[in-house]
Structures are given as structure tokens and as C-alpha cells.
């Protein structure tokens, strides 16, 4: 399955779902006159417990919760399921809904949340 690239601008925050990159030496997208910040899951240091995303298998379909505040400051913005042939569900969210996602059940799916503060996380499906 093709790993699903997020980058991030450090100064104002844009972030882009990256179909291709560049492949050229010191090139890459630019968002404020820098380079974009590739987003690695898992990697901020914060609860693992509340970012994480859980998932269900019930009657053919993916039922994905991520245990975490909605606040209007802190929240989960998006949930991403990543499937291997290619096709991918984003539920966008906002503060006070649910953070919850979910789509048909296809084995070595890969969920992404992407929570505010504490950007990316994954969990794989099997």
C-alpha cells in the first residue's frame, strides 16, 4: 500500500495531503518561502491513549473512535482510512462532534486522526 504523506507548513499551519513528491535533490513543496515538514505518526509526545485511533469490525464496515477531547482549542480535525486498493474515506470534524469515522472493511487498511495540537497518528487494521 502507498504510504499516505502529510506535510505541514511550521509557520502557518497548512498542511497537504501529498499525491507525489518531488524526487529532486533539496526540493520539495514550500509553504512560507520554507519546505514543508513531512508529518511522521506517532511521533509527538503526548498521550498515546487519547490519540490513537480504535476501530470495530461490525457487519462488513470499519467503525474507527479516537478517544480525545473536542474543545474548541484541542480536537481531533480530521480521521483518515486508507485502503489498500488505493481508496480513501476523510470525515473532517469539528469541536463538539463525535470523532468518529467509518467505511467498508478492507483488511491492511490504515486509519490516520490528525488531532490539532498533536498532530498525526495512525493505526493499522488487520
Partial sequence: MKELVI??????????????DCKCEGCGIQCCGEEMKKLTPNSV???VEKHIPTYEIKDEKIIVKVNHVMEEDHFIEWITIAQPNGIEKTTYLKPGEEPTAHCKYVPGSVIYAYCNKHELWKKEVE
Avoid at 7 to 20: Q, R
Wanted: net charge positive; with cysteine.
Fill in 7 to 20: 506535510k505541514k507548513c511550521s509557520h502557518c499551519g497548512a498542511i497537504v495531503k501529498v499525491m507525489e
Fill in 45 to 47: 509526545d503526548a498521550a
